[in-house]
Every structure is written in structure tokens, then in C-alpha cells.
């Protein structure tokens, strides 16, 4: 008599997909139309300050399977919990954020997924002849995506999905197509947000990195032509970015205000308790007195967010900002000039400004 074989990675992965987020989508190839699931945990969840390539290590263990075998499976998910979004304009305290719904312990933080990223590139190119894919098949897989994503645990009330700050350009997307969602968009005033993309020192690089999405969505929505990016100085892509990132915000406001709370990082930080108040209510968890009171008082505000081992408080992060200021004078004040000039030239770009105080 024949002995059963275990069954493999794929197959317990796949079993497992319906009744548990420890069966995640790592990643999306749309040439092959494959997913690669992973194992993961609620602690790993709640660890990982980005879901990409940086959580998989020698012990995890994955299966790359066919998307129409994924879709199969995910028809009979349970314990779908809604889906809510943090979209943000980049270094602008979203992971803050997330970590601190966290703390609420029915938060199921979803934060960076690489897929969606994969999604928005593959958005940005329909009805493109280059498209791999037709309206349709995005939509259902979006769909898949957003049913995979809002599988919870049973303490989960609700999953939060924090975006890269670049795929912002996928609320108005996600929130058309699935109405009960809700979503916070954090941003900053340009002068802080340059100050704070200046002072890392990752900047360059981070700034080159989302440039040439950034600069190609810019140039779609203004009537005169952009400096190419190798002729913007640094405080100039900065500035480049903050406009990008706060024009796909104010569509989304205009588009889904309903579903979208509009946040200052830096009026967050001047009173976290109101404000988060807000973030609560408006992904329907409790916000009594004492628990905001205590995640008011939470360590996770004296970390850094990201990395979670270094402390950063606020006061650290408003000296970091003074000290940027005065190394990057020169620098945020191209980039302030730049937006006043393209101002001047385009009325869209006015308007933007204008709804800021600029």
C-alpha cells in the first residue's frame, strides 16, 4: 500500500489561502501570470516596516502558483474584514501612523505590499499598446488582490493597508472600485516636505528612484514642457515630487470625499490625540477617552518607525529639519522657486499651491 505523501509547500500555501492571512501574496508576475505566496504571521505582519523583497530571507518558506489556481482558492475566503488605506506623498509619518493603529490590537497592517505597486505600473499603461493587459483583466485582478489583502485574523476588526507613496496614484482606483473602503492621506507643506527629503541621506537616491514615474505623471497634467529630470537640482525634483504626490492627493479628495481624511503630519505631531480620533473613527475602530490617551502616550511615538530599534522623537525630527534647512537653504529655495515659477505658467499647478497657503 502506496504511503501518503506530504503535500508540498504549494499545495498546504494554497490550502490555507481561504481561512488564513498566513498565506500571502508576496509578489505578481503579470508576464507569467503567477503569485508568489509566502508564509507569514500576525507578528510578522506587525513587524515589517515594508512587505516587499526586504521580508523574505534564507528560512522563508514560498511557492510561486498560477494566478487562476490563487483566484480559485480566494472565491472561498473567510473572516474578509473591510479594507482600508493609508496613502501618503512620501516621508510624511505614514508608517507612524500604521504602527500606532497597531497598538489598538485590531488592526491587521498591511504595510507597503509589493503587488500593488505592480498593480499601479500596470495601471499607468492601459490602453497603452504596450498594456498587458485589457481594462477587464486589471479589474479582476485588483479585485483578487483586494479580497487577498482583506483576509484577517479573528481579532482583526479591520486591515489597513499602508501604500508606497508613489502608488497614491491607485486611491482614486481602489476607492472607486470598492466603496465601503476608507483611506487617510497624509501630506506636508512644501517648505517641511523639502526640508525633509533633503536631509536624508538616502535622498538622491530615493528621489531619482520615483523620478521618472513622477515627472511622466506631472508633465500629463500641465500645458507647458517640464525641464527634463537630469536638469532639476535636488531641491528642484523634491519640489517636483511634493507637487506630484499632492496633485494625485487633492483628485482623490475631490473624487472620494467621503472616503478620505486629509492629514498634516506636522498638525498630527502638534496633537496627536484629536487627530487620531479622527483616523479612528473614520475606519470605524472605538476612540474612547482612555485609549487615545494611552496611544497618545505610546512608545511607538519616540521610534523610528521604520526601524523601529532607533529612537526618534519629535523633537529629534524638528533639530533633523533645522539643521536641513540651514545645510539645504539654497536648495529648498530653488525648489520653492520652481513651484512659484510653473505656477506662473500653468493653472493647475496655481490651484495646487493656492489650496496650501503658497
Not at 525634483?237 to 472620494?256: G, I
Not at 498638525?267 to 482612555?290: I, K, M, N, Q, S
Request: aromatic content about 6%; hydrophobic content about 40%.
Amino acid at each position: 500500500m502506496a504511503t501518503a505523501q506530504p503535500a508540498s509547500i504549494a499545495d498546504t500555501l494554497l490550502q490555507q489561502l481561504p481561512v488564513s492571512p498566513d498565506a500571502y501574496p508576496q509578489k505578481v508576475d503579470l508576464i507569467r501570470d503567477a503569485i508568489l505566496l509566502t508564509r507569514q504571521d500576525a507578528a510578522g505582519y506587525r513587524a515589517a516596516s515594508f512587505l516587499d523583497d526586504r521580508i523574505l530571507g534564507p528560512a522563508t518558506q514560498g511557492a510561486w502558483l498560477p494566478l487562476d489556481a490563487v483566484a480559485g482558492a480566494a472565491v472561498h475566503a473567510r473572516n474578509l474584514r473591510p479594507l482600508h488605506f493609508i496613502f501618503h506623498t512620501g516621508h510624511v509619518g505614514s508608517t507612524l501612523v500604521s504602527r500606532l493603529l497597531d497598538e489598538t490590537g485590531s488592526v491587521l497592517p498591511l504595510r507597503e505590499p509589493l503587488p500593488l505597486r505592480t498593480l499601479a505600473e500596470a495601471h499607468d499603461l492601459l490602453l497603452n499598446p504596450e498594456s498587458l493587459l485589457s481594462e477587464p483583466e486589471f479589474d479582476r485582478r485588483l479585485a483578487l488582490f483586494a479580497t487577498l489583502w482583506s483576509r484577517g485574523y479573528d481579532t482583526t476588526r479591520c486591515v489597513v493597508l499602508k501604500a508606497t507613496s508613489s502608488a497614491g496614484r491607485m486611491a482614486v482606483p481602489m476607492l472607486t472600485r470598492r466603496s465601503d473602503s476608507r483611506a487617510v492621506y497624509l501630506n506636508l507643506r512644501a517648505e517641511p516636505y523639502l526640508a525633509t527629503l533633503l536631509a536624508g541621506q538616502n535622498s538622491p537616491t530615493d528621489l531619482r528612484g520615483h523620478g521618472q514615474e513622477r515627472i511622466r505623471r506631472l508633465q500629463a497634467r500641465v500645458r507647458v514642457a517640464l525641464a527634463p529630470l537630469h536638469a532639476l537640482s535636488p531641491g528642484e525634483m523634491a519640489a517636483m515630487s511634493w507637487l506630484t504626490e499632492s496633485w494625485t492627493q487633492d483628485e482623490t479628495l475631490a473624487r472620494h470625499p467621503g472616503q478620505v481624511v486629509a492629514l498634516d503630519f506636522e498638525e498630527f505631531l502638534r496633537g496627536v490625540e484629536p487627530c487620531l480620533e479622527r483616523v479612528l473613527a473614520h475606519f470605524g475602530l472605538p476612540h474612547g477617552t482612555d485609549q487615545l490617551s494611552a496611544l497618545a502616550r505610546s512608545p511607538v511615538l519616540a521610534r523610528y518607525s521604520k526601524a523601529p530599534e532607533y529612537a526618534y522623537t519629535p523633537a529629534e525630527r524638528r533639530a533633523i529639519l533645522d539643521g536641513s534647512r540651514a545645510t539645504n537653504r539654497e536648495e529648498i529655495g530653488r525648489g520653492m522657486a520652481w513651484l512659484q515659477q510653473l505656477a506662473r505658467a500653468d493653472d493647475g499647478v496655481a490651484a495646487v499651491l493656492d489650496r496650501r497657503g503658497l
